[in-house]
């Protein structure tokens, strides 16, 4: 992140510390518009995310995963903290749709098996089939413990549904 993006997003968040959520998001969202450097507008726009959930704006939220899907050269490894932080947050409020909705919409903007499984988790308890298909992408991650990760994840959603273990694949297991 730039100094002016720091700077921006610091003031923006003051504002939401004076006047409310409503006024943080509404600056944070103008700044995802307006700051140039992509790493800014993440960050931007991930602040602008929390505040709108924090409003239960859910329009507000579903429309920042569409600007986040679009901006493509921005560090995921900057980010994804961030956001996997937001996506549990969502889920542990029981709000799993727009958990879904921002881990896609990373997965769109720079797709990784850190991404897929953040995809993953977020679908895990909603729609298992849809959550092994991203466990499974994650799986050929060059990083074990994110693969030795997803194979868990893999062998706790078929004991949920019930079923044999998948057998696991790669080496190390």
């Not at 991930?46 to 569409?66: I, S």
């Not at 921005?74 to 958990?99: I, N």
Request: hydrophobic share 45%.
């Amino acid at each position: 992140m730039t100094p002016k993006g720091r700077l921006a997003i610091a003031a923006a968040e003051q504002a939401g510390r004076v006047l409310g959520s409503r006024a943080a998001h509404s600056a944070l969202r103008s700044l995802v518009l307006t700051l140039s450097q992509p790493d800014d507008r993440v960050a931007a726009l991930l602040a602008a995310a929390r505040h709108a959930a924090q409003l239960a704006d859910e329009p507000a939220v579903l429309a920042l995963a569409t600007l986040h899907a679009e901006i493509t050269d921005a560090d995921a490894r900057v980010h994804l903290p961030a956001l996997t932080q937001l996506c549990a947050r969502l889920l542990s409020e029981r709000r799993p749709r727009l958990a879904v909705e921002l881990a896609r919409a990373e997965l769109r903007r720079a797709p990784s098996c850190e991404a897929q499984y953040l995809l993953g988790r977020c679908l895990h308890r909603q729609h298992a089939a849809d959550a092994d298909t991203a466990y499974r992408a994650a799986e050929s991650s060059p990083s074990d413990g994110l693969r030795r990760a997803a194979q868990h994840q893999r062998r706790l959603l078929a004991l949920t549904r019930r079923a044999p273990a998948p057998a696991s694949s790669g080496a190390g297991a």
